[in-house]
């Protein structure tokens, strides 16, 4: 099993910026692929960005592309997502994923591990 721990999330004005970390304990070895996922309010849960752990190649959602960043650490068990002018329809729970398949990456029910989430909020 592997766990996952948000951190970074927080209030910011639009135009600003935030960067969420998440870190993987337990068995990390088969955690091949990492995402951010976001759910705003009565919304359902949607793609933010992913990484492949064996190449760093990043995919992102359109909303995103060019203002979102997602990284990993020197270590397998981490990840971050750099966001830059923040909007206020980003404003969203946060959730850091994790998976042992490298496909279908924007896909929220492929992913095999889950952290509790981190609140983004961003005021206009």
């Known amino acids: 099993q592997v766990q996952l721990v948000e951190s970074g999330g927080g209030l910011v004005q639009a135009g600003g910026s935030l960067r969420l970390s998440c870190v993987a304990s337990?068995?990390?070895?088969?955690?091949?692929?990492m995402g951010w996922f976001r759910q705003a309010s009565g919304k359902e849960r949607e793609f933010v960005a992913a990484?492949?752990?064996?190449?760093?190649?990043?995919y992102y959602a359109d909303s995103v592309k060019g203002r979102f960043t997602i990284s990993g650490g020197n270590a397998k068990n981490t990840v971050y997502l750099q966001m830059s002018n923040l909007k206020p329809e980003d404003t969203a729970l946060y959730y850091c994923?994790?998976?042992?398949?490298?496909?279908?990456?924007?896909?929220?029910?492929?992913?095999?591990?889950w952290g509790q989430g981190t609140q983004v909020t961003v005021s206009s």
């Open positions: 990484i492949r752990r064996n190449d760093n190649r990043t």
């Open positions: 994923a994790g998976k042992r398949i490298v496909a279908g990456l924007a896909i929220a029910s492929e992913y095999d591990y």
């Open positions: 337990g068995r990390t070895v088969s955690n091949n692929a």
